[in-house]
Nanobody, 125 residues
Framework: VQLQASGGGLVQEGGSLRLSCTASGRTFSNYAVGWFRQAPGKEREFVAA????????HVRDSLKGRFTISRDNAKNTVYLQMNSLKPEDTAVYSC???????????????????WGKGTLVTVSS
């Protein structure tokens, strides 16, 4: 599976962005998918995850109410909708696919089968 994250850009505080993680290659619907982010000088952190069928969602507690995750397996795409963006949301956002999603739901980046190249989100104040 090859993953490509897109949709990043520069947005003002309070604005919204929708990121896309598009897959090609093997059957995308066999994988749970997660979003992670890494701000300059900080460790990578979990953002959100979604099960292979979309029935199970998990969003980082501090982001609940602002970020939502969804997927369209017909389009081989997972989305991350980000609303009410804050300067502290500035980071490179990457997506990852996992055939065994245990670590995803533990908010851990370890054990992912595939990673996509990230997309930069910059929120200005």
């Amino acid at each position: 599976v090859q993953l490509q994250a897109s949709g990043g850009g520069l947005v003002q505080e309070g604005g919204s962005l929708r990121l896309s993680c598009t897959a090609s290659g093997r059957t995308f619907s066999n994988y749970a998918v997660g979003w992670f982010r890494q701000a300059p000088g900080k460790e990578r952190e979990f953002v959100a995850a979604i099960s292979w069928g979309g029935g199970s969602l998990h969003v980082r507690d501090s982001l609940k109410g602002r970020f939502t995750i969804s997927r369209d397996n017909a389009k081989n795409t997972v989305y991350l909708q980000m609303n009410s963006l804050k300067p502290e949301d500035t980071a490179v956002y990457s997506c990852a696919a996992a055939s065994a999603p245990g670590n995803l739901y533990k908010e851990s980046p370890y054990g992912m089968d595939y990673w996509g190249k990230g997309t930069l989100v910059t929120v200005s104040s």
